[in-house]
């Protein structure tokens, strides 16, 4: 898992934990635009498709199940994890 948390002063500061299983992959691109990657039964074994959604209380949802797994996961080595 890896977040990106923009300090006060600008920068950015990567941070990473380690999760024994996550849901599903997620990214939130903003406070509305969730694109979700996901298997394709149509095109056959290892093909995904990505649907972008926009909806800012799916957007909020699934930003409240990302914290939740990464309140839970350990902090990967080195990763510069802060919380």
Avoid: N, Y
Avoid at 20 to 33: G, H, N, Q, W, Y
Avoid at 38 to 58: K, N, Q, R
């Amino acid at each position: 898992m890896h977040r990106r948390p923009v300090q006060p002063d600008g920068v950015e500061q990567e941070e990473a934990r380690c999760a024994r299983e996550l849901p599903l992959k997620l990214v939130i691109a903003d406070a509305s635009l969730v694109p979700c990657d996901m298997p394709d039964p149509v095109a056959g074994a290892g093909s995904t498709t990505t649907l972008f959604i926009e909806h800012p209380a799916l957007a909020g949802c699934l930003r409240l199940a990302f914290q939740t797994v990464w309140a839970g996961a350990a902090p990967a080595p080195g990763s510069g994890s802060v919380s």
